[in-house]
């Protein structure tokens, strides 16, 4: 091969590597232009971030300041307060363009998934249906973006609460479907309840368990994020053990009601003896625990019962005589116009009615400002420690 004819070759070989370099480049460079939503975006990656940030504030200045975030290299957000609501503006450090929270999302559904499950250990779940039924009609969400969390505030729901609705998201939740990366916290908790509510009342149920009501009051208490103590009748209790069985699991609280529903005042020791041993026996087979607490039948006792019954006796100062009256409508307006910080509420597990009233009365106390929680637990709350000898009417 003759020397021009080698160079020829080596020539074209470089011309055709030069091309291959030209095409890869042509393509890289339309590929990132193209995955941007402007290609102006592309063009202005130099941006002062620091001079977008001054004059958003300036053009801001009418609002207040609450927040802004210092230490992610991806987003500025800052947070202004207007009104008692809040007004978000994000920025994407890399471009100037202002941002939504979803915007920072890889899968909106996963988000929305997640937002659900959270809401749904902190709020009854007639708060959740509510924020769900009108996301898409008069309520909006606002995303107080930080650098380890993000709130969410619900505004314009139809609930007559009076604290915001919120819920805060740490990103150790949602590390996997976020485009920046967050600064995460090494130790967290869920925000799984409202702090708001400081008021706190007990409720009750004498006479049951009753196979058809049982579970319906179960799974209410639980969609309202509220708990009960069930003082049980013993032959009622070995009729449906696994109405014990699934109250104690629930982590609601049960106590005696003596065997048959006796009154201890005018029966003598031994009688009394036998029938809370039977109970307490029988409990112990079907939860392996102890009863602690005694609601005497009838609210009936004297002070040699007292003297002799290792249990704590507990009365009650709201008694909606729901077994008299039958009649939702009665037990809710006897609730809302007698019920205040500490009350023991009476009601029982046979009836219709009882059910259904907590159905209106249980939304009603959490929007006012009660946690509805087990006997045991007010007393500790209020700081009251429940001894043998002794008989509680409230906190």
């Known amino acids: 091969m003759s020397s021009s004819s080698k160079r020829l070759g080596e020539m074209i070989f470089i011309g055709v590597i030069v091309f291959i370099l030209f095409v890869i480049g042509i393509v890289y460079i339309t590929k990132n232009i193209a995955s ?16 977008l940030i001054n004059e958003i504030k300036e053009n801001n200045k009418d609002l207040s300041l609450v927040y802004e975030s210092t230490n992610l290299k991806e987003i500025t957000s800052l947070i202004y307060e207007n009104n008692q609501e809040y007004k978000s503006i994000i920025i994407d450090n890399n471009t100037g363009k202002e941002l939504t929270f979803l915007d920072l999302i890889k899968n909106d559904s996963a988000f929305s998934q997640k937002e659900t499950e959270l809401l749904a250990l902190k709020y009854p779940k007639f708060i959740l249906d509510e924020l769900q039924a009108n996301q898409d009609n ?9 650098e380890n969390e993000v709130t969410i505030y619900y505004y314009n729901y139809k609930l007559s609460y009076p604290h915001e609705l919120s819920l805060t998201i740490n990103y150790n939740e949602i590390k996997d479907n976020l485009k920046f990366k967050p600064i995460l916290d090494l130790a967290y908790e869920k925000d799984d309840q ?3 509510n ?13 196979s058809k009501y049982n579970p319906l009051i179960l799974d209410i208490l639980k969609e309202n994020k509220a708990s009960a103590t069930f ?17 104690y699991k629930s982590g609601n609280e049960i106590g005696s009601h003596s065997w048959e529903h006796l009154n201890i005042k005018t029966s003598n020791a031994t009688k009394v003896n036998e029938s ?3 109970v307490n026996n029988l409990y112990h087979t079907i939860t392996g625990d102890t009863i602690k607490l005694l609601r005497p039948p009838y609210g009936a006792y004297k002070a040699t019962n007292l003297e002799n019954i290792n249990n704590p006796f507990i009365l009650w100062n709201l008694d909606t005589e729901d077994w008299r009256y039958r009649n939702v409508d009665h037990i809710v307006e006897y609730i809302k116009n007698n019920i205040s ?3 023991i509420i009476l009601m029982h597990e046979l009836y219709e009615t009882s059910y259904e009233s907590l159905k209106t009365i249980l939304p009603w106390l959490y929007l006012n400002g009660y946690n509805v929680v087990t006997v045991s637990r007010l007393a500790e709350i209020k700081g009251v420690t429940l001894n043998s000898g002794s008989a509680y009417r409230h906190f």
């Open 36 to 51: 941007l939503s402007n290609p102006i975006d592309y063009l202005n990656s130099n941006i002062n971030i620091k001079e």
């Open 138 to 146: 008069t309520g909006y969400k606002m995303y107080y973006v930080k």
């Open 194 to 196: 409202d702090n708001f």
């Open 198 to 210: 400081t008021k706190y009342v007990a409720l009750t149920f004498d006479d049951g368990p009753s």
């Open 231 to 247: 003082f049980m009748v013993g032959t009622m209790m070995n009729s449906c053990q696994s109405c014990v069985l699934e109250t």
């Open 276 to 278: 809370l041993t039977k």
């Open 341 to 343: 910080d500490g009350s």
